[in-house]
């Protein structure tokens, strides 16, 4: 194999590693980002998960030091909300359907149902209005991703799309179309070195055969 052979090859070798990291990388997004969208239309009700967790971004510091704001953190759906206890950290919605985070302080007893009391790590003070199970989305996982949530902030918006998810398509898009030209060059190549030597072959058999009939000719 020739330099500039090998410098094809690996330079072929480099752009599939690539595109391999590119599709590991952005496929999940995409598909996650997809997921989470639609359920947000279909199911405005409930904070939208995918395979029962959900990702919820921190808007406030009321529970540092276990989370701050701008932090993703990670709920995981319960079939049971009526049977959490004191010290859980909850995700629950308000009747404004905005979701807040914070740790049970009490579990009590409103007329015979279950009731919850929370309360911000970073508070003095409980919560105004207690929660019903009916109003928790999920239980905190303990896993969080600093600033993520800003991030995914951003993703949000008309901007934030373009580059998250129709720039990683044009990627792999351009990708595909530029490792399919790579491979029509190779196989091109290839097939012009396979003629150059065919027509070496045929251009030694009748220098031989015109040797032979010299050599016939002279005896």
Same mark, same amino acid.
């Given at each position: ?7 094809? *090859? ?30 947000? $239309? ?10 029962? $967790?959900?990702? /919820?971004?921190?808007?406030?510091? *009321? ?21 959490? *206890?004191?010290?859980? /950290? ?15 302080? @009490? ?8 009731? $919850? ?69 190779? @196989?091109?190549?290839?097939?012009? @070195? ?5 027509? @070496? ?19």
């Amino acid at each position: 194999m020739t330099s500039r052979q090998e410098k094809k *090859s690996s330079g072929g070798v480099l752009i599939n590693v690539l595109g391999g990291i590119l599709c590991l990388i952005f496929i999940p997004i995409i598909l996650i980002n997809l997921v989470l969208i639609t359920k947000t $239309y279909t199911d405005a009700d409930h904070i939208p998960s995918v395979a029962g $967790y959900s990702p /919820v971004i921190c808007l406030s510091d *009321s529970m540092e030091p276990t989370f701050a704001a701008g932090d993703m953190i990670f709920i995981r759906h319960t079939d049971d909300p009526a049977g959490l *206890s004191q010290g859980d /950290v909850i995700c629950y919605l308000t009747g404004e359907s905005i979701a807040v985070t914070h740790r049970i302080a @009490e579990v009590t007893q409103v007329d015979g149902e279950v009731r $919850y009391v929370t309360r911000g790590d970073a508070n003095n003070t409980a919560d105004q209005l207690a929660v019903s199970p009916e109003q928790v989305e999920g239980v905190y996982t303990g896993i969080h991703i600093a600033k993520l949530g800003s991030l995914a902030m951003f993703m949000q918006t008309t901007t934030g799309m373009i580059v998250f998810i129709i720039c990683p398509l044009l990627i792999l898009v351009g990708w595909d179309v530029l490792r399919r030209s790579m491979d029509a060059r190779r @196989e091109k190549a290839r097939t012009q @070195e396979l003629e150059a030597r065919l027509k @070496e072959l045929e251009r030694g058999e009748n220098t031989e055969d015109g040797l032979q009939a010299a050599e016939t000719r002279s005896k």
